[in-house]
Structure formats: C-alpha cells, structure tokens
T-cell receptor
C-alpha cells in the first residue's frame, strides 16, 4: 500500500451519467494530482493542487471537474463523458517544496469505462 | 515541444541476466529524472531519482545513469528475476514547475525463468 486510496476501483457509466471519483492520502502531503492513463499512452497530468489551491489545469475539458476540500482529499466529478474518456484515472500525492525534486505516490487507480 | 521516448516494444530477457531500459528526451533541460515501476492495474511506484549533476545512482540491483549530453537515461536491473516483470516509466520535471512530472509511455519488461 502506498498510502493513497482511490474509490471506486472500477466504474462503468453512460454518457449522460454524473459520477465522482474519490482519492484520499494518508501521508500528510500538501500536493495532490489527477492523471489520466490510456492504453499505450503516457500518463497525462490533468490537475495539480498545492496546499488545496489548483495550480494546474492541463487543458482538461470542462466535463471533468476537480475538487479539493482539504489537503487529504481530492475528487474528480464527471458528467456527460465521451467513450474516449475511458481510461485508468490515477490520483497521486507528494510533499511539494519549491526547488526540491518531487517524488509522487500513486493510488491504485479507477478503471473508468464510458458506454 | 517537450518529448520523452521509451522503447514501446516489450523487452524479454532470461532470468539472471541484466535488463537495460532506455529513456530519451528532447527539448528539455531537466534538473532531475525519475524511474517508476507499474504493475498491471496498479499505480506507478517510485524507484529512483537522479539529478543532472549525478552520472549514476544505485539501489540494490537497480542502477540508473543520466547523460545530459546524449539526453538519455539508462535503467539497469542486474540479476533479473521474474518478479521484476512490469512496465517501467521514466519521468522528467516539466519546465512548468518542480512537481509537474511528464512521463514516458513506459517499457514492458518480461523476465522468463
């Protein structure tokens, strides 16, 4: 276990559904991330939160909406998704400090299938 | 644009041999580079970090080299075991900030008994 948990582990949803992915880190870190991993492609950074403030939105469509209520929890709200959004969604956390190499701890991911 | 390339073909080796994986990058001047391991259906796990002023880093059976002239990192696993079978990802910090990592697509390693 890495200290980062994600629920649910698997999710199947229709294009008109609304669902949320949840991530929780038990490491006392101050930064959290959402990544998307599609088959045979590199991890794509979606959102970065430092000290609960969003510092990166990597041109992600508005049908993905992140929420970070505190430094331990991160959500990804999903609505009106497309089949091409099917992928493994990974949450990560780290102890971010400016100028210091950042090692990230990943959760097990949520395997999302959009029908 | 910044780009990281890892061999997309799987690497198959015999148990006990040394596995060598390659990570090449372009349009980068990274301060450091990281390697992660990812098992099927799981998130990546951090293995090693090497800074630009370090030529080599070791951890048990793992060794990483970093050649900023060639813009390349090599990842070695000595005395490989079937349990080393996984996908190995290299990651560089983006010019956008120290915690914005850009990952390669990874190379799948299969170690056969």
């Amino acid at each position: 276990e890495t200290g980062v948990t994600q629920t649910p582990r698997h999710l199947v949803m229709g294009m008109t559904n609304k669902k949320s992915l949840k991530c929780e880190q038990h490491l006392g870190h101050n930064a959290m991330y959402w990544y998307k991993q599609s088959a045979k492609k590199p991890l794509e950074l979606m959102f970065v939160y430092n000290f609960k403030e969003q510092t990166e939105n990597n041109s992600v469509p508005s049908r993905f909406s992140p929420e970070c209520p505190n430094s331990s929890h991160l959500f990804l709200h999903l609505h009106t998704l497309q089949p091409e959004d099917s992928a493994l969604y990974l949450c990560a956390s780290s102890q971010y400090k400016a100028g210091v190499p950042d090692t990230q701890y990943f959760g097990p991911g949520t395997r999302l299938t959009v029908l | 644009s910044q780009k990281i390339e890892q061999n997309s073909e799987a690497l198959n080796i015999q148990e006990g041999k040394t596995a060598t994986l390659t990570c090449n990058y372009t349009n980068y001047s990274p301060a450091y580079l990281q390697w992660y391991r990812q098992d099927p259906g799981r998130g990546p796990v951090f293995l090693l970090l090497i800074r630009e002023n370090e030529k080599e880093k070791r951890k048990e059976r793992l060794k990483v080299t970093f050649d900023t002239t060639l813009k390349q990192s090599l990842f070695h696993i000595t005395a490989s075991q079937p349990a080393d079978s996984a996908t190995y990802l290299c990651a560089l910090v983006s010019s956008g900030g120290y915690n914005k990592l850009i990952f390669g697509a990874g190379t799948r390693l299969a170690v056969h008994p």
